[in-house]
């Protein structure tokens, strides 16, 4: 009798793409470290977005808007500094990106990029932190936003 073994090597993963909305805040905090979890084991990379987000009124002054563009990029810095010492030792692969508008919409817009320039079986998720507001729960949030018209999967992070 002969008994063949063979051995079948596992599925490969496909590429990870992460985009995790950043803000500097501590539920942005809990979503870069969970963005972090997420990859451990995986190849993949993590794409941090800042988005800044002109309000109505700062629109209708063109000197406000030069004056909050500047703003957004000092802003910019901080945050990618931040990112930088967060990601520190647990993760090489990641980019820092700046955006500006409808923050759902820029952070679905992103994920849509990374996946129309990915190859062929690359999967996009968005990390996001919950609100820390009670009122966002009611009216609405990126969060709540995002779970109602992200085209990606979307992990919320408590």
Not at 123 to 148: E, F, K, N, Y
């Amino acid at each position: 009798m002969l008994i063949t073994v063979t051995t079948a090597e596992p599925p490969a993963t496909p590429f990870l793409h992460l985009v995790v909305g950043y803000d500097g805040s501590p539920p942005a905090s809990r979503a870069l470290d969970a963005a972090v979890r997420l990859l451990q084991g995986r190849t993949g990379s993590i794409d941090v977005v800042y988005i800044a987000h002109l309000s109505s009124l700062v629109m209708l002054s063109a000197d406000a808007i030069a004056e909050m563009e500047s703003d957004f990029s000092d802003i910019e810095q901080e945050l990618r500094a931040q990112a930088a010492a967060e990601l520190s030792g647990k993760t090489e692969d990641w980019k820092f990106h700046h955006r500006q508008g409808v923050i759902a919409d820029e952070l679905i817009a992103a994920a849509s990029d990374l996946q129309e320039a990915g190859p062929a079986g690359t999967v996009v998720v968005i990390v996001v932190g919950s609100s820390s507001h009670a009122s966002h729960r009611v009216v609405g949030s990126v969060a709540v936003s995002l779970a109602r018209h992200s085209p990606v999967p979307l992990v919320i992070v408590p």
